[in-house]
């Protein structure tokens, strides 16, 4: 799997923006997708995951109630909506693929995008 995130940017404290990964193959919905993010200095840290199906989620505390995370199976692609932004969570964010994982451990996933800039102004 091939993994290519896109839609960072720079926005406002209290804006929002939305993320996409368009992933290649076939074998796209039986992995668990997810959004990682690094702050800048900081190691790399689970944000969202979406199981196969796309009928369960997980969030990170941090971002619960202000970010979703969806996807489509048929489009091959998983979208992260992030609102009300704080300076916070300006990171380089990063989707990420795997079959068998920990929803928040770095490691249990096997296929990564290059990473897309968040930069939230205050």
């Known amino acids: 799997v091939q993994l290519q995130a896109s839609g960072g940017g720079l926005v406002q404290a209290g804006g929002s923006l939305r993320l996409s990964c368009a992933a290649s193959?076939?074998?796209?919905?039986?992995?668990?997708m997810a959004w990682f993010r690094q702050p800048p200095g900081k190691e790399r840290e689970f944000v969202a995951a979406?199981?196969?199906?796309?009928?369960?989620?997980y969030y990170a505390d941090s971002v619960k109630g202000r970010f979703t995370i969806s996807r489509d199976n048929a489009e091959n692609t998983v979208v992260l909506v992030m609102n009300t932004l704080k300076p916070d969570d300006t990171a380089v964010y990063y989707c990420?693929?795997?079959?068998?994982?920990?929803?928040?451990?770095?490691?249990?996933?096997?296929?990564w995008g290059q990473g897309t800039l968040v930069t939230v102004s205050s």
């Open positions: 979406i199981n196969w199906g796309g009928g369960s989620t």
């Open positions: 193959g076939r074998t796209f919905s039986r992995y668990v």
């Open positions: 990420a693929a795997g079959e068998y994982v920990l929803w928040y451990r770095v490691s249990d996933y096997s296929y």
